[in-house]
């Protein structure tokens, strides 16, 4: 087993032991509707564990703000790494995803980190 592997596995358990159920809301952009400028969207959740923590002050620049928070979650435990057009659900909240920060080893994801805006 190569290091990556290792990794991605001991990411996925220590998650799994220690994070809370998070949705994250996948969205593909449908029809564009000329009539009113609304474009369409389409959905789909997948239920995942995942870690919350708050922001720290010194991370707080024109991006990130002090009242976002940080989620990481087990990269092998998601079927995509999520983007900014995005959502994250955490007790019925939806959250706006700010930043994802991808961690690798040997060109494979381990973690993904986001930043998330409430």
Request: charged residues 25%; negative net charge; proline residues 3%.
């Amino acid at each position: 087993m190569n290091l990556s592997a290792t990794l991605r596995t001991a990411a996925s358990r220590t998650i799994k032991r220690l994070g809370g159920l998070v949705s994250i809301r996948y969205v593909t952009a449908g029809a564009y509707n000329a009539t009113d400028g609304s474009v369409t969207e389409t959905t789909s959740d997948t239920e995942v564990r995942g870690v919350v923590t708050g922001i720290n002050a010194r991370e707080v620049n024109e991006l990130v703000q002090a009242t976002d928070k940080r989620l990481t979650v087990a990269a092998s435990e998601v079927p995509s790494a999520p983007t900014t057009k995005d959502r994250v659900l955490i007790s019925g909240v939806v959250h706006e995803i700010v930043s994802v920060d991808t961690i690798e080893q040997d060109n494979e994801p381990i973690t993904h980190e986001l930043v998330l805006r409430g």
